[in-house]
């Protein structure tokens, strides 16, 4: 399996390498000893790939052969390995769900005029104040309660049951609207608002659109219940997950988020292939795509599909 991130940084490894030893900043044996290491560290993703036989070609030329003599065999060999079928990585934001009427905290009416937002989303201010903080979260539940998923919900839904295993869906939207479309098969990176999480034994259940106030882990019984939410301070675990699409996905579909939390300029640089759909345009952001859409993310659902359908349904003939 290739995996472009780690490819990356063994190319620079290398890149680095052969600087050092070029400026006579390390000996030959040091050298050597390097890139064996390297290599057997980097076993599985030297096969198949062709960029990587190029690399190799190129430390040819700087008269280190019988270094790299043995990995550019390898690379050729594998050079003809047929490539995996395209896959795509959905990232969608609060804009998604701004259609469906869910609140949210950059709108002109949002959130941030009500609230202020370390003091409810963040570590500091839960401890501060935890009473605040659920009142917060179970007035969120109260507004999801009514919302419905939207044509760009259901868009994505549709796709993710057309294509279960090349589409990767990761939201950064705590909400279940995507779930009320049909998909269950989604990562929620910043958690959900309609499960509770115990202090005690870290068990995760549902509460859907009820108040936690005065709810009891159903696992161990503890009162000690926060929200099932990352906070501003904490550490997001499904980033891990979010890494690993990006490194095997070759397409990146991002709709309603403008960059401020996740970086989705930078990741670009990993995908052959990018599509970007936000209400307003940005000129920090939109460079980066190669397809951008200045529009509501409902008027560009069928444009959407049709775009990711063309990666898709070739791989299937
Ligand atoms: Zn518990």
């Known amino acids: 399996m290739l995996n472009k991130n780690t490819l990356k940084y063994l190319y620079q490894d290398l890149d680095e390498l052969i600087r050092q030893y070029n400026t006579n900043q390390i000996d030959r044996f040091s050298f050597v000893s390097e890139v064996e290491r390297l ?165 995760v259940f549902e509460i859907g659109y009820k108040s936690q106030i005065g709810a009891i882990c159903p696992a161990c019984q503890s009162e000690n219940i926060r929200h099932n939410v990352v906070m501003f301070g904490e550490e997001a675990p499904m980033y891990q997950k979010l890494q690993q699409s990006i490194d095997e996905c070759d397409v990146f579909v991002v709709i309603g988020t403008s960059g401020q939390v996740l970086n989705v300029a930078w990741y670009t640089q990993w995908f052959e292939d990018s599509l970007l759909n936000n209400l307003d345009p940005d000129e920090h952001l939109d460079p980066y795509f190669k397809v951008v859409y200045h529009e509501k993310a409902t008027d560009a659902a069928e444009k959407i599909e049709a775009y990711v359908e063309k990666f898709l349904s070739k791989c299937n003939l």
């Not at 969120?140 to 869906?169: C, G, T």
């Open 39 to 203: 290599k057997q560290a980097n076993k599985i993703i030297l096969d198949g790939n062709e960029d990587f036989a190029e690399l190799v070609e190129n430390a040819l030329l700087e008269k280190e052969y019988e270094i790299f003599e043995q990995m550019a065999k390898i690379a050729l060999e594998n050079a003809k390995a047929p490539s995996s079928p395209s896959r795509v990585l959905i990232l969608t934001g609060a804009g998604i769900s701004a259609e469906s009427g869910v609140r949210t905290f950059r709108e002109s009416d949002g959130l941030w005029e009500e609230y202020d937002v370390m003091e409810v989303c963040s570590v500091e201010g839960f401890e501060r104040n935890p009473k605040l903080v659920a009142d917060f979260y179970d007035a969120r539940r109260r507004d999801i309660a009514s919302k419905l998923p939207n044509a760009a919900h259901e868009m994505v839904a549709r796709l993710k049951r057309k294509y279960p295993n090349q589409i990767d869906l990761l939201t950064q939207n705590v909400d279940d609207l995507f779930e009320r479309a049909g998909c269950l098969d989604l990562i929620h990176l910043h958690g959900t608002l309609t499960d509770l999480r115990c202090e005690e034994c870290q068990c």
